[in-house]
């Protein structure tokens, strides 16, 4: 008899495989962390004035995947796989950062957390729509965090955000 293979989740099997792995699984809803993230980069100002906007789809992605640190199963199929810690906090100090990729963008940004690997900063808009920003640009994830967990852990080719 063969194993099922199938998920019973909306991901993939090894996508859905590593973030069983990191803690997560369907229905986790840490609202009370969510919150406290979001009380934290509301309340922080930059030497600039620059402020976070934080907005439902940021926290409902933390209150979902927020503190997970997932690590993919395999080799990725382009690229390495990223090693994700999804903790808003690291992109505290990227407010301007963000709202500068925002304006480009016609939308808010807030940090979502980061590729632990190269310290790439991961983000979500007011749409869902996720985004990384590291030392060589910005790229686009995804429409969905499910879509950007998906490209992220299976080493599949993120888009890069060009002025067009």
């Not at 979502?112 to 640009?137: F, M, N, P």
Request: proline residues 7%; negative net charge.
């Amino acid at each position: 008899m063969h194993a099922d293979r199938s998920s019973t989740t909306r991901f993939s099997v090894s996508v859905d495989a590593a973030l069983r792995s990191a803690g997560w699984q369907p229905g986790r809803w840490d609202i009370k962390q969510a919150e406290y993230w979001a009380d934290a980069l509301r309340g922080h100002v930059s030497p600039a004035g620059h402020r976070h906007a934080v907005f439902p789809a940021a926290v409902e992605a933390w209150a979902e995947f927020g503190g997970l640190r997932v690590t993919a199963p395999g080799p990725g199929r382009q690229l390495a796989p990223s090693t994700l810690h999804l903790d808003p906090l690291h992109g505290l100090h990227m407010a301007r950062t963000l709202g500068d990729l925002g304006r480009a963008l016609d939308t808010e940004i807030c940090p979502l957390g980061e590729e632990a690997d190269s310290r790439a900063l991961l983000a979500v808009d007011v749409e869902g729509r996720v985004y990384t920003l590291d030392h060589t640009g910005d790229w686009y994830l995804g429409p969905t965090l499910d879509t950007a967990l998906t490209t992220l852990l299976s080493g599949i080719p993120p888009i890069r955000l060009t002025a067009a």
